[in-house]
């Protein structure tokens, strides 16, 4: 009988240790809301489990354009936000929605065409490029889906003197999906895009593509991460969220950033020590 009793308690303290340590598998593991350029550029699958070995912390993510991002970290769905749009960035932390903004890294934009460049805007400022996009109605595809790159690509236009709203016309194709989805429609129907160097570095269906127009200081590309504010949300890990975004700021998580390269080129440059990134 007593055997039979040393036997229970010793299952017993057996499940509760796998209990506990269950619940501290699931207490290190966050949900991060990112962009679709960080996933498709492959610096996801470099980078996590790099940070699971050094930190411990296991990261779940879920890829999506900024705005959307931005709209499932408000909702509490997520534990960090890392997204490249520093100006609705900036208004999130406002609203309350996050804790601070930290900037990480940076790439730039650029425009990719056919390589026979039938609009003739190859090496040409963008304001310049999107003007002759236009006036020659030649195939353009956005991503139309509000993320970072989205919203880089509207301010362009914008800034070009160009009403895309009022102006567009058949030769303007909005698919409402990510980078690497914009870029394969861009490669089957001859068209431009403005892409993420990142994601078009990691590209591997180019087609007749090329980078036709870089170089300007408008595509500089900034992304920042932050902390979901816990106290509009209390099921955010903190501890664990706040120990991923020191990691990425820190040197060692600066130099490995660096360190993503495909086929020798570097596709982002850290920059967490600039107060004003």
């Not at 996801?44 to 499932?72: M, N």
């Not at 936000?81 to 730039?108: C, L, Q, T």
């Amino acid at each position: 009988m007593k055997r039979w009793f040393i036997s229970l308690q010793i299952l017993a303290t057996i499940a509760l240790a796998s209990m506990s340590a269950q619940a501290w598998a699931q207490e290190q593991s966050i949900v991060v809301a990112s962009t679709t350029s960080t996933q498709d550029s492959g610096l996801f699958g470099y980078l996590l489990p790099i940070v699971k070995q050094k930190t411990g912390v296991e990261v779940k993510v879920l890829a999506q354009g900024t705005g959307q991002a931005l709209d499932t970290a408000r909702r509490g769905d997520a534990d960090v936000v890392f997204v490249h749009d520093k100006s609705a960035e900036e208004k999130f932390i406002a609203e309350g929605f996050g804790v601070k903004r930290y900037p990480v890294m940076y790439n730039d934009f650029v425009i990719v065409g056919p390589k026979n460049d039938p609009a003739g805007i190859k090496g040409k400022d963008v304001l310049t490029a999107l003007r002759t996009i236009k006036a020659k109605d030649t195939p353009f595809v956005s991503r139309g889906d509000r993320s970072g790159t989205h919203i880089a690509e509207l301010k362009l236009w914008k800034e070009a003197g160009i009403d895309i709203a009022k102006d567009r016309g058949p030769w303007y194709k909005e698919i409402g999906q990510g980078m690497g989805a914009a870029l394969n429609m861009a490669s089957a129907s001859n068209a431009y895009v403005l892409s993420d160097r990142g994601t078009w570095l990691a590209f591997h269906n180019r087609g007749d593509l090329a980078i036709l127009v870089e170089g300007d200081k408008r595509l500089f590309n900034q992304y920042g991460v932050m902390l979901v504010n816990p106290a509009k949300h209390p099921a955010v890990k903190k501890e664990a969220g706040q120990r991923f975004i020191d990691w990425l700021i820190s040197p060692e998580g600066q130099n490995a950033i660096a360190g993503y390269k495909i086929d020798g080129q570097q596709l982002f440059y850290p920059n967490a020590n600039d107060p004003n990134a």
